[in-house]
């Protein structure tokens, strides 16, 4: 009923940049928080970012100053942009969102899109 598509992954040098996209789409009746979550191969899966319908925005401490959350309300977006990246930053990107269906009562339910890849290496 709801699909989280996410694009914008890649290879990128170490200090080069991405810009992460995820899309939203299906029966969608309200969307709230809008999230980034990253995870490194053998490690557990971490938040990178949130941002609340109204465009508050929480990033992880480390990462504070390189990546960017934004929104487009209007078109059920959430975007990540990264700058001055490192090889530590090599995960899958997930795009996390709390959604309501236009069909269904609250409460909202968390959907995940399918991951996009980032690497950073020389």
């Known amino acids: 009923q709801v699909q989280l598509v996410e694009s914008g992954g890649g290879l990128v040098q170490p200090g080069g940049s991405l810009r992460l996209s995820c899309v939203a789409s299906?029966?969608?009746?309200?969307?709230?928080?809008m999230y980034w979550y990253r995870q490194a191969p053998g490690k557990q899966r971490e938040l990178v970012a949130r941002?609340?319908?109204?465009?508050?925005?929480y990033y992880a401490e480390s990462l504070k100053g390189r990546f960017t959350i934004s929104r487009d309300n209007a078109k059920n977006t959430v975007s990540l942009q990264m700058n001055d990246l490192r090889p530590e930053d090599t995960a899958v990107y997930y795009c996390?969102?709390?959604?309501?269906?236009?069909?269904?009562?609250?409460?909202?339910?968390?959907?995940w899109g399918q991951g996009t890849q980032v690497t950073v290496s020389s």
């Open positions: 996390n969102a709390e959604i309501l269906l236009s069909s269904r009562p609250p409460p909202a339910a968390n959907y």
């Open positions: 299906g029966s969608i009746g309200r969307i709230y928080n």
């Open positions: 941002i609340t319908s109204g465009g508050n925005t």
